[in-house]
């Protein structure tokens, strides 16, 4: 099969940063915390959004690229096996007085790429970063929100909790592996967060009862769910479907899908989102 053409950067598009690990902190037997910073991070803004990423490029190759290092030129001049791989992180917290980038990394032993890289990692390790991207951040209108995700989704759900007003109300729902992956959040006195523990379920399956089961309360809500593909879709349609909860009120995708790297499933997710949202809308239209 013929390789797609190359992508040009979009004009106004920042290169990547070359930033340097200060710290690792071990949050919970999986999940790392890895805090970068270096003067390749100065100028870079996040906040806006809760779910603000980056992309994290790892090369492909243990010689690197020439200096400076320029993606887009990897792919244009490069074989497709040595461009670098990218993976894409939530921002958990952005300190612009001390220059730092803190990243959390959920890691299943050495599967994956970011995840072992994020376990070995010590200060002083580099990584180049571009970004950053994003487009939710709760409603201040909103009546009450509804939080919903695995652990790819917990950062951004933190962060979300930190943004809400202190009046908010919220209803949380965080599946997990087990009650040692459970971590500190800050919340309003309105928010109630539930801890799902996974267990040898399949990932969501918890999550997707427990939602199925809430008692929404009364007026307008703002939603938050994202995470592993399968259940995500679950979730999408008992929304839009069974609660009636408007396109607009929704913030709602796949992170990731089981079997699948992130190589595999950026290629497919927009066309796998088009057939869902056609699929589930078409639903709500005829009632089903």
Known sequence: ????????????????????????????????????????????????????????????????????????????????????????????????????????FVVHGE??????????ATAGDEMYIAGPGGGYAPDPTADWHLLAGDESALPAIAVALERLPSDASAEVFLEVAGPEEEVDLICPKGAVVRW???????????????VRALD???GRPHVFVHGEAGFVKELRGLLRGERAV???ALSISGYWRAGHDEDGWQVAKREWNREVEEEQEAGVVDGT
């Open 111 to 120: 599967s994956g790429l970011a995840g072992p890289w994020a376990a070995r």
């Open 246 to 248: 408007p396109r607009e």
């Open 216 to 218: 929404f309360p009364a």
């Open 196 to 210: 799902l523990h996974r267990g040898d379920a399949r990932v969501g399956e918890k999550l997707v009862s427990a």
């Open 1 to 104: 099969m013929t390789p797609p053409p190359p992508q040009r950067r979009r004009r106004g598009q920042a290169p990547p940063r070359r930033a340097r690990v200060q710290r690792v902190e071990q949050l919970t037997p999986r999940m790392v915390r890895v805090v970068f910073g270096g003067d390749g991070l100065t100028g870079f803004s996040a906040g806006g959004f809760a779910d603000h990423y980056v992309k994290l490029l790892f090369p492909a190759t243990d010689a690197g690229y020439p200096e400076p290092f320029d993606p887009q030129r990897a792919r244009e001049e490069l074989p497709r096996d040595q461009w670098p791989r990218v993976r894409t992180y939530t921002v958990r917290h952005w300190d612009p007085d001390a220059c730092e980038l803190s990243v959390d």
